[in-house]
């Protein structure tokens, strides 16, 4: 009986954890730089155009779910690379 030792029978236990961190940092940060980009950009004027805010708020929730989206990808990435090397 001879033992696979190539890198696709046991991938590395850390495969995922830089997306983790990654995508936890991308999902916090969009949001915050959302909300700081529309204070910068001020009100329209009128009450018809759309405000700044809500898009820039809105465009970072976006970046921001794209963040978790990469965290959790990581997470499933990291956690089947431990379970493959434990069984």
Same mark, same amino acid.
Do not use: C, K
């Given at each position: ?12 236990? =850390?495969? /995922?954890?830089?997306?983790i961190i990654?995508? =936890?940092?991308?999902?916090? &940060?969009?949001?915050? /730089? ?9 009100? =329209? ?7 700044? &805010? ?22 499933? &990435? ?8 434990? /069984?």
């Amino acid at each position: 009986m001879s033992e696979d030792h190539s890198p696709a029978a046991h991938p590395d236990p =850390s495969r /995922g954890v830089r997306s983790i961190i990654l995508g =936890s940092l991308l999902a916090v &940060l969009a949001p915050l /730089g959302g909300f700081l980009g529309g204070s910068m950009a001020g009100t =329209s004027g009128p009450l018809d155009d759309v405000d700044p &805010l809500v898009v820039w708020l809105v465009v970072g929730m976006v970046i921001g779910g794209i963040g978790v989206a990469i965290a959790v990808r990581g997470g499933l &990435l990291w956690v089947r690379a431990n379970y493959s090397r434990a /069984g």
